[in-house]
């Protein structure tokens, strides 16, 4: 039997662990090895409610919905600008925030459907900089305002070391949650200017529900992340 020596069997499981918790994060396609995360950029399409057909810009599908589906309405269209990025979609009256991410936008790492309800917090997303309930906030209310998901703070170089503390931390159990809370961690570093205490951490996550238990680490890597960008002070 061959025998793994335990400086490699500790890297492995250091990019597997890596790995596990940048998928709960939601970053698309994520390659771990021993020597680190790469990450592959994916390209943006704008896919047909309808058919599913599947265009490269919207004036394109929005053609194809006019020439193709004469028999329905032409949806609404809203402007939303995710993670600095600007979007323009096509979205139904009734769709909440988290079914426009999903449907129109394809970001399905921080929209997460639990609940359903607003009482588990793991649709949390940042809506003009405050935490917003995805599930419970209509996608035509979000028409030009500012929206960031734990994708886009995690692509985001000036929280990496947030980034590095969650996996350090190993705060993906089974991950379900863990993309509101990530977000959450950057509302708390943000709002308390990269001096948080405990007990606010813990208050600021109180709304976040864990079936896993990991509240404790989150409060953890939060603290060292705000330790870390702080400059060690």
Known sequence: MTQIPRREFLKAGTAAIAGATLSALGLGSITASA???????????????VCGKQFSDFEKLKAHFTGNHKELDLPKTVT???????????????WTLREALVRAIGLTGNAKQMCDRGGCGSCTVLIDGRPALACTTLAVECDGKQIETSEGIAADPEYRPLLEAYVRNDTAQCG????????????????????????????ELSGNICRCGTYARHVK???????????GQ
């Open 80 to 94: 939303f600008i995710i993670n600095q990025v600007e979007y323009d979609v096509f979205v139904e009256d009734h």
């Open 176 to 203: 379900y949650c863990t993309p509101a809370q990530f977000t959450m961690a950057k509302y708390i570093l943000s709002k308390y200017d990269l001096n948080p205490t405990e007990e606010q951490i813990r208050t």
């Open 221 to 231: 890597a939060i603290m060292e992340a705000a330790a870390e960008m702080r400059g």
């Open 35 to 49: 020597e680190g995360v790469a990450f592959e950029k994916q390209v943006f399409v704008y896919t047909c409610p």
